[in-house]
């Protein structure tokens, strides 16, 4: 066993992973553009944008440079009563892409953060207002993050079985996918005429981590009406779909009907800098317009706005609005609509499908869909012994390619698939 292998597992305490796993992780040297480069001297292709961050590639030079600049500049800085430029810069550019009516922007550190921080200011709106309503709408499906708040908007099963008791209470609306959309609405109206639903948060147009779930934009459309129609503050969970991702800068921009919050981040420093930020309208800012101290968002991290963070966001938001990177968008997205219809006639498929640059491939199985479906433990080496990473979520087989994927890059991946199904 190699030293850094030996050490690390003595030292080291591994993500979702098993304590008593006996795979050694893969040491990574070095990364550039689509490819991870392991200690022995494999080339890997990070078809998941490494747990889907890194949209413009690993160690893009424009960001590298930008994170270099400013580390020699302004590493930090307390962000109560001081603030910087890169984090203006940053404020101002987002709010020109994220949904016509996000006034502001709050900076925190992950994704589940973000969501922790739209649960609590929606949470604080209802109470600053002197209104009673506390009950919250979520999606079957949902993964929204590890911390409680997020464990708690989310769906509960293995993961988040330890926490049961601890985790307040939410209503779980079915998924509305294409068999069931009416029933879906209907339910959801009885629920919000009751009028004492404070919130409804959801992952717009795709549920990630449950599955590459996708459901129509149409739909959600209608269920933010409703919501809206009775006073109900939405949260758009865009952690995954946001910045490219389903094809357009926000999964939200897909529906006319605007979230009142917004939660974003993985892409948002093109998977260099840990960094999200949660968005919102004039609305929820009306709730904490007052002279009264109490009513303050006491909320806040040590690393809030970090500036090198910023400034690698800053970067990848520069790149992510060129023409260039808009085209590969449109480039994979077209590829993966071809791929997906030739897959969904394969024996081996149930069901294949696409949004934007997302791409997901159920392979049948008598278990049914679950994480933990057996077929995870054939799929994860099968691509890794071809030089593709492609983590599955149980039966199903996903890729979220950085946009600098290339066409041959892409056909080495779908040519893997295929060899999958066909053997599988
Ligand atoms: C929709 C969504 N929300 C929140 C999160 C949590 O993000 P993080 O892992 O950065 O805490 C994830 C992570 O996969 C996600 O997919």
Request: aromatic share 10%; net charge negative; hydrophobic share 40%.
């Amino acid at each position: 066993m190699h030293e850094l292998n030996r050490k690390d597992q003595s030292f080291i305490w591994h993500p979702f992973t098993p304590l008593t796993n006996e795979e050694k992780p893969i040491v990574i040297t070095h990364a550039s553009g689509i490819y991870l480069h392991t200690l022995e001297g494999r080339r890997i292709i990070d078809a998941v944008s490494s747990w889907w961050v890194n949209i413009h590639g690993h160690s893009h030079p424009d960001i590298a440079a930008a994170v270099a600049s400013q580390a020699s500049t302004l590493d930090h800085v307390i962000f109560a009563g001081f603030t910087h430029a890169p984090a203006i810069g940053l404020a101002e550019r987002l709010l020109t892409i994220l949904p016509k009516n996000q006034r502001r922007v709050f900076f925190s550190d992950n994704g589940s953060t973000a969501v922790e921080v739209a649960v609590k200011m929606a949470v604080q709106f209802w109470r600053n207002k002197g209104i009673e309503k506390k009950k919250i709408i979520a999606l079957e499906g949902a993964y929204h993050g590890d911390t409680f708040g997020a464990m708690a908007v989310g769906e509960r099963g293995m993961f988040t079985a330890p926490f049961a008791d601890m985790l307040f209470d939410v209503s779980f609306l079915e998924f509305p996918d294409s068999t069931r959309e009416q029933s879906v609405v209907d339910q959801f109206r009885r629920w919000v005429e009751n009028g004492d639903i404070a919130i409804f948060i959801y992952e717009p147009l795709v549920q990630g981590a449950s599955g590459m779930r996708m459901y129509s934009a149409d739909i959600l459309n209608e269920l933010l009406k409703i919501a809206h129609s009775h006073d109900v503050i939405c949260i758009a969970d865009e952690v995954f779909t946001g910045f490219g991702r389903t094809g357009k800068h926000f999964a939200s921009d897909h529906v006319d009907e605007h979230p009142d919050i917004v939660a974003i981040s993985k892409g948002i420093t093109g998977g260099t800098m840990p960094l999200s930020v949660t968005s919102c309208s004039d609305r929820i800012l009306d709730g904490f317009r007052t002279d009264d101290f109490s009513k303050t968002f006491f909320h806040g991290h040590s690393y809030t706005a970090n500036p090198i963070a910023c400034a690698a966001a800053i970067a990848s938001f520069d790149l992510l609005t060129t023409d260039a990177c808009q085209q590969q968008i449109g480039l994979i997205s077209k590829m993966h609509q071809d791929f997906a219809a030739e897959m969904s006639q394969h024996t081996a498929v149930a069901n294949a499908r696409t949004c934007g640059t997302i791409l997901a491939v159920d392979i049948k199985t008598e278990e049914g869909h679950s994480y933990s479906n057996a077929l995870r433990k054939k799929i994860y080496p099968f691509f890794l012994e071809r030089d593709i990473l492609l983590r599955p979520l149980g039966n199903t087989i996903y890729m979220v390619p950085p946009y600098v994927i290339t066409k041959d890059e892409l056909n080495v991946v779908y040519n893997a698939i295929r060899q999958f199904a066909d053997n599988v």
